[in-house]
């Protein structure tokens, strides 16, 4: 149900949780699913659940926007969590209350914060400025109007991608197979390797992917600046300037963290949580996702499996505190990676089995069309989809028990 402010003030004692992607999501809809009683109220800056790893799919266009972005208003409809949109500026954490944009004041008994992260540009001059992110909707659309304008270039169009990580491979192979060679495409990645923290097999086939595609990759190189019309890269002690098109950056990201002015235990820029998820020094107070690092567990990567992984663990722990329960450590499970490697392939390397081409890319969607929300239109796309390729699901149970 979507939040109005009469509504808002009549809930008593609710479950707080600040911001709704996979960590906030999987709280909200676990904790009603085991407590169906329990009030909770779930707030964000937007409107819609952005399904972040088929983000690709739709710039691709193999799938439409309203397959991987459904409305919190239905996911929320039918579960009896309350959502309101609004923008936090400040938590008072002395007094319990949630400020917003607009001079909303909430107070809470339990809060989760959750607000994910947003793509950090390390300082470097130009970079906010004359960079395409790829991190929410208006980021896509924005990215999608220059691939199709720069198309019709009569000149073949200099297109680079800086970050050599999952995003930046699954961007490349997508733009490549979608405009056909039409552009000039360079990854910049300032290690020694691409997917330097990933597993060796995908890391082993998006490398034969890129060169497949003659897809360029700079390495040990690190962009110093960006300006209207060029790049400038750092490799071996020297600065090449050169002319670029379009720069897209998916070198990192931040914690999104704008609202927190009092002081909270950080490392790198993350609020510090023990194995519990609960925020130093402050009773009932949680944070999970990209915005947190667990105590001797700060390896753990900023991934959506992560994420889902701590907010189960988390309703879990949320039930067990309002019944008066010890709590209980979370232990991360590492399922394995997917990675998009062009349209209609993949490369998977999870639970002791390795795919690659056409059939990953089937298993992966899969995987992703059984995660999406079970709600609405999202459930229309996996059983859909379902239908289309029951015939694939039998192949790959024969395939994972030889």
Not at 209 to 228: F, G, Q, W, Y
Request: one cysteine or more; a neutral charge; charged letters at 20%.
């Amino acid at each position: 149900m979507i939040c109005n402010i009469a509504l808002m003030k009549s809930i008593k004692k609710p479950i707080v949780i600040v911001g709704a992607g996979f960590a906030g999501m999987t709280v909200a809809l676990n904790l009603k699913t085991s407590n169906p009683s329990l009030p909770i109220l779930v707030i964000d800056s937007e409107t819609k659940f952005i399904f972040k790893p088929l983000m690709y799919e739709v710039l691709s266009e193999e799938i439409k926007m309203w397959e991987f972005a459904p409305d919190f208003s239905n996911i929320f409809s039918d579960s009896g969590i309350t959502f309101l949109k609004n923008c936090l500026t400040k938590i008072n954490f002395r007094e319990r209350i949630l400020e917003f944009s607009d001079d909303l004041k909430i107070n809470y008994q339990y809060l989760v914060i959750c607000t994910g992260s947003v793509p950090n540009s390390f300082s470097i001059k130009g970079v906010d400025e004359n960079c395409y992110f790829f991190n929410n909707l208006n980021d896509l659309k924005k990215l999608k109007l220059i691939l199709e304008i720069s198309q019709n270039s009569s000149s073949r169009p200099k297109l680079f991608i800086v970050g050599g990580g999952p995003s930046g491979v699954e961007i490349a192979c997508k733009i490549y197979d979608m405009y056909q060679n039409q552009f000039d495409i360079n990854i910049v990645e300032r290690s020694n390797e691409i997917l330097i923290r990933n597993k060796i097999f995908n890391r082993e086939e998006s490398e034969k992917a890129l060169k497949n595609r003659k897809i360029k990759v700079l390495l040990n190189s690190t962009v110093k600046e960006v300006s209207d019309n060029n790049i400038s890269i750092l490799n071996d002690d020297h600065i090449s300037i050169l002319d670029k098109d379009i720069v897209i950056w998916t070198a990192g990201i931040k914690p999104n963290l704008y609202y927190l002015d009092e002081h909270i235990s950080q490392v790198n820029g993350r609020i510090l949580v023990n194995d519990k998820f609960l925020i130093e020094n402050q009773e009932n107070c949680f944070a999970i996702g990209d915005i947190s690092i667990i105590k001797d567990m700060e390896d753990l990567p900023l991934t959506a499996q992560v994420a889902m992984q701590e907010g189960s663990h988390l309703a879990k722990n949320l039930q067990l505190l309002i019944q008066g329960k010890d709590l209980l450590p979370f232990q991360f499970q590492d399922n394995g990676e997917m990675i998009s490697l062009g349209i209609g392939e993949a490369s998977i390397s999870a639970l002791g089995l390795t795919l690659s081409g056409k059939f990953a890319f089937e298993v992966r969607r899969f995987i992703y069309a059984s995660k999406l929300p079970n709600i609405g239109n999202s459930l229309n796309f996996a059983v859909s989809w379902l239908i289309q390729k029951k015939s694939f699901m039998n192949n790959f149970l024969k395939k994972a028990n030889k």
